[in-house]
C-alpha cells in the first residue's frame, strides 16, 4: 500500500527557514515523480514544485528561488527546503504521488503537514 | 501560472446531475489532454477522481464523468449522493514541467 507521511510543519517567523519531510512507503521516490501541494486556510490547491526520478526539479513561480525539493534515496524520503518565508505561505503542505499511468495526476496524498508564517 | 477558473459553488439535490466547469487557457487546458479532478472532504487530503481528462482511477464510481472542449473541461457527477458533497479541485499541466489547480469548487446536496 502507498503511504505519504509530512512533518516538520510549525510556527515560524517570517524570513526564517524550515524544512519539510515526507516518509514514503509502497513505492520508491526515486522511480516516481513527487510534488509538494499546498493550501492555504481556507482557499485552494496551489501545485508548488516536483522532483522527477531523473532527479530534475521544477517549481511554481511563487517559490522559485526560495523553496528546494530534494530527496533522500537511501530513506525513500522527500523534503522541501523553505527559505525567506512569508506570512503568504502559511498552509497545510501536502506531498503528493504522480502515479504511473496516471498522465501527471496526484494519485496518493499524504495528510499534510501545517505550516504557519506569523511574527 | 495563473490558476484556473471554476465556479465557487455549485448545488443538487440528491439524483439529480451536475456539472463543473474548469476554464483554463491554451497553455494549459487548452494544449494538453493531462486535466484531472480531485475530491476534498473537509480536513481530509483531495482525492483523485478522475485523470487524464475522462479517465476514471478503479474504485471511483462510475458517477463521475469529465470532458474537455477548448481550454474548459468539466466534471460532471450524476445521481447526487450525500457523500458528494465535498470541495473539487481541477489541475492541468500547464507545461515547462508545471501544474496548476483550479480555485475550487465547493458542492452542496440539498
Known amino acids: 500500500e502507498v503511504q505519504l507521511v509530512e512533518s516538520g510543519g510549525g510556527l515560524i517567523q517570517p524570513g526564517g527557514s524550515l524544512r519539510l519531510s515526507c516518509a514514503a512507503s509502497?513505492?520508491?521516490?526515486?522511480?516516481?515523480?513527487v510534488s509538494w501541494v499546498r493550501q492555504a486556510p481556507g482557499k485552494g490547491l496551489e501545485w508548488i514544485s516536483v522532483?522527477?526520478?531523473?532527479?530534475?526539479?521544477h517549481y511554481a513561480d511563487s517559490v522559485k528561488g526560495r523553496f528546494t525539493i530534494s530527496r533522500d534515496t537511501s530513506k525513500n524520503m522527500l523534503y522541501l527546503q523553505m527559505d525567506s518565508l512569508r506570512v503568504d505561505d502559511t498552509a497545510v503542505y501536502y506531498c503528493?504521488?504522480?502515479?504511473w499511468g496516471f498522465g501527471e495526476a496526484f494519485d496518493s496524498w499524504g495528510q499534510g503537514t501545517l505550516v504557519t508564517v506569523a511574527s | 501560472q495563473s490558476a484556473l477558473t471554476q465556479p465557487a459553488s455549485v448545488s443538487g439535490s440528491p439524483g439529480q446531475s451536475i456539472t463543473i466547469s474548469c476554464t483554463g487557457s491554451?497553455?494549459?487546458?487548452?494544449?494538453?489532454?493531462?486535466v484531472s479532478w480531485y475530491q476534498q472532504h473537509p480536513g481530509k487530503a483531495p482525492k483523485l477522481m478522475i485523470y487524464?481528462?475522462?479517465k476514471r482511477p478503479s474504485g471511483v464510481s462510475n458517477r463521475f464523468s469529465g470532458s474537455k472542449s477548448g481550454n474548459t473541461a468539466s466534471l460532471t457527477i450524476s445521481g447526487l449522493q450525500a457523500e458528494d458533497e465535498a470541495d473539487y479541485y481541477c489541475c492541468s499541466y500547464a507545461g515547462r514541467s508545471t501544474k496548476v489547480f483550479g480555485g475550487g469548487t465547493k458542492l452542496t446536496v440539498l
Open positions: 522532483i522527477y526520478s531523473s532527479g530534475s526539479t
Open positions: 509502497g513505492f520508491t521516490v526515486s522511480d516516481s515523480y
Open positions: 503528493a504521488r504522480e502515479g
Open positions: 487524464e481528462v475522462s
Open positions: 491554451g497553455s494549459d487546458i487548452g494544449s494538453y489532454t493531462l
